[in-house]
């Protein structure tokens, strides 16, 4: 019969292609050519190489670092809410240098968070890798405690005060505008200030994205609900323009849509990877000022994990200074730990006066949510 | 009550054998509604108040409203797209009909960031007229824009159910009434159309389900559907309490609108009543009035086709001038036609007993079983994956993060697309000709090999090029439930956008679009040879 005919001859070319297309999980274990050649093979993709160079250098200068770190061997299950894109690249350093081997699930934060809830204690996963303290709050009760001599690496801004999870990098809040209409002069020190008249219908925001919503709930943990409501229906009266993410609202400043718009700072820089003369920049709010908080991506090791000691040595790995320094330069994120430099064109995090905020506190998204469909934000 | 309607004894058992197969199909296709009740059932207090805040009765509304706004559109379109691609001697139909169907190609949430960059207030067309002074265009997002963008992607759902209706249509129906001097628009409504009923119910409820369950459209523009409330609820708290009742909430008005669509199928039957050769009715000659009809067709292509088309394209260019470097991932291609086939093969051979249960044995149970297979199309994917996470990573830990169970998914979500395709064909199989093949002598699994199945076949590709290509778009469950590791030209896609690699997102974008397309044509040239 043609027809299961044609469905097998389907079947057979995926297989064939997909047998052609060899091992399906690429960051399983590094390639043989990864582990033979120079420490740039692992990222000769990236478009930045030279900076990579640098920076892997200074960290493991003898290549194949058996010599230096014991490897441990083994295996380890990470479900990162951070993209493929973004950390691949890092995941493989950690297999050359520890000799443990990855399998990564990418999947959004959020989404990751809520699988490893569903999952229960059957979740296989050992470690999970969120980009926002919020998901890593509501799963702060299936992380184990974790060592304090990790905990202390990084400022207690960017720690789990109950000490189950550890910031790996911050992301910072900052307005983007568009520079050909404005600059930086012109530009308010308080995010509170964008309520009044002289902002209506200038400025964007991304009220679903869970970076607003972590701000939003810092607003409240902080001056309390009645500011926030004040606030929030401040922007709405004064037509803040709706947008779906950090990064449509980014584009969106770069082409004139709308004059600035409330991201994190590093969205501009993704962007003028790929348009180099994006009209646009970021303007950081005045100092200690609510609008500069800065979230973290960061880990947690779960009580259920299997491979428990990777799951300790994946932590540290993440605090360690090539780990940093990736950061630095990949994601253009700030590190977390003392004494790594971050790029030269973002601000410095130790020049960011942030707010006075606990970030395990911003675990409370159900109210934020509630007060965000309440004055209409969201419905 | 099953029994009943049997006329001779050996079918008895193919009916017992037909009713348990389809039901164990049926609650497994149910699975995720179990699923909900077990979390809306431990919230209590919170469930409730969840269901009376003032949000989610307008999020009720909207929905409802979008969906039917979005079926309509979907049939104004479709249904003559069909008809003048089979029958009429509209110039160059095949191409015609290659590129009406492309749109089922691309996924919704490349057209509508598509639909953003080229016609958004500040996209590409506007940057064309602002020598002309034209500062802004309005605003695409909201109600009509999630409406359009769906409309321009569901409506090949209509065009490829009607199209097999046509192709089977005993021309000497309309012979007859044109012999009684009938006028051809008063054949097409009162002869014709109503011949096509059962293709258009079934392509309509695909729409409808497909409007409901979209995230990626009415994300990217804006409108407050259902899915868009229930992915918001997880994005924002991981709580699974709100989204669990908004979910169900979705699934009754999922019930509500296939109840409705079973009261409007009533009894008709839909088979030629004299056995004899199939024959190909005569293209209608267009006239003047081809001219128009091209020009319908041009708009539709420059709209759900040319416009995403263009964009990705413009994307690849600026990718290129930044000197980006492409690792091209032909191991994910892989894994996208691997996963889709196995997909399109699954569904087809569970949606087997279920169609041949509904319609050789209709009754209510049968009705029932049918029915409880389409909830899983109408649901989000997020919530048909955590469903599966769920069940299969509590009690079946061995199939967990297998391909195995990430098929089955597949088939919870799509099963209904091979379901209508097949009640179609197997609508307008005279059932004597299966009575006669047994009075012959020859055992039921026999003669539904040699006499339906070669029948069934049209309804059988469509089907499966549907499922094979929803496969290829799908994007939650293939994150939740597939493999460590496995990656396919969806999660690349997902991984580009997510970081705002809008040019390393044209190349896999580009890549499904080809595969896909290359599949839609294998369906084309297989319907010609027929």
Known sequence: ?379 | MVFKHLRFRSGRWSALFLTISAGLIALIMVLPVGYLLLRTSEAGSAAWAQLQRPSTLRVFTGSALLAITVTAGSLLIGLPLAWLTTRTNLPGARIWLTLIMLPMAIPSYIGAWAIIAVLGPRGLVQQWLEPLGIERLPEVYGFWGAAGALILFGYPYIVLNVRVALRKLDPALEEAARSLGQRSSHIFWRITLPQLRPALAAGSLLVILYALSDFGAVSLLRYNSFTRAIYLQYRASFDRTGAAVLSLLLVGLACGLLAAEALSRGRARYYRSSAGVSRQPKLVGLGVWRWPALIFCAIVVLFAVVLPIVAIVAWLIIGLRAGQSWNLQLTDLANSLLAASLAALVTIVLAFPVVFLAVRYPSRLTSLIERATYVGYALPGIVVALALVFWGANYLPWAYQTLGLLILAYAVRFLPQAIGSLRTSLLQINPRLEEAGRSLGQPAWRVVLSVTLPLLRPGIISGAALVFLSTLKELPATLLLGPTGFHTLATDIWNNTAELRFSQTALPALLLMVAAGASLALLLANERKT
């Open chain 1, 1 to 379: 019969m043609k027809l299961v005919r044609s469905l097998m001859l389907l079947l057979c070319l995926s297989i064939v292609i997909a047998a052609c297309g060899g091992e399906a999980t690429p960051t399983a274990a590094p390639a043989p050519t990864t582990a033979a050649a120079t420490p740039t093979t692992a990222s000769a993709a990236e478009a930045t190489a030279t900076v990579e160079v640098t920076a892997v250098a200074e960290v493991s200068p003898t290549v194949p670092t058996t010599t230096t770190t014991e490897p441990a061997g083994g295996s380890l299950v990470v479900y990162s809410g951070r993209s493929e894109s973004l950390v691949a690249p890092l995941l493989e350093l950690f297999t050359q240098e520890t000799g443990i081997a990855v399998e990564v699930r990418y999947g959004d934060t959020a989404e990751m968070a809520a699988q490893i809830l569903e999952e229960g204690d059957n979740s296989p996963a050992d470690v999970f890798f969120g980009q926002d303290a919020g998901a890593l709050g509501a799963l702060s009760d299936r992380f184990v405690q974790l060592d304090r001599s990790l905990l202390n690496l990084v400022d207690p801004r960017f720690v789990s005060s109950e000490g189950t999870w550890v910031g790996a990098s911050g992301r910072a809040r900052v307005l983007v505008y568009n520079t050909d209409v404005l600059t930086s002069t012109d530009l308010p020190a308080s995010i509170l200030d964008l309520t009044k008249p002289e902002w209506k219908g200038r400025v964007a925001w991304a009220p679903t994205n869970g970076s607003l919503q972590a701000f939003v709930t810092a607003l409240r943990v902080s001056q309390g609900e009645d500011v926030a409501k004040q606030w929030l229906e401040g922007m709405i009266a004064n037509d803040v323009k709706v947008y779906e993410s950090n990064s449509a609202i980014v584009k969106a400043v770069a082409s004139g849509e709308v004059d600035t718009g409330l991201v994190n700072h590093y969205y501009l820089f993704a962007l003028k990877k790929e348009q180099p003369d994006a009209k646009a920049a970021n303007h950081y709010f005045g100092n200690g000022d609510i609008g500069s908080l800065v979230n973290v991506a960061g880990v947690g090791v779960l009580k259920t994990a299997k491979n428990p000691e990777a799951a300790q040595i994946f932590a540290n790995y993440l605090l360690s200074d090539g780990a940093q320094l990736y950061f630095a330069d990949k994601t253009n994120e700030y590190p977390l730990v003392a004494g790594i430099i971050t790029n030269p064109a973002i601000k410095p995090l130790g020049e960011i006066i942030t707010p006075n905020i606990d970030l395990s506190n911003l675990k409370d998204l159900q109210g934020t949510l509630e007060l965000l469909q309440d004055v209409g934000a969201i419905q």
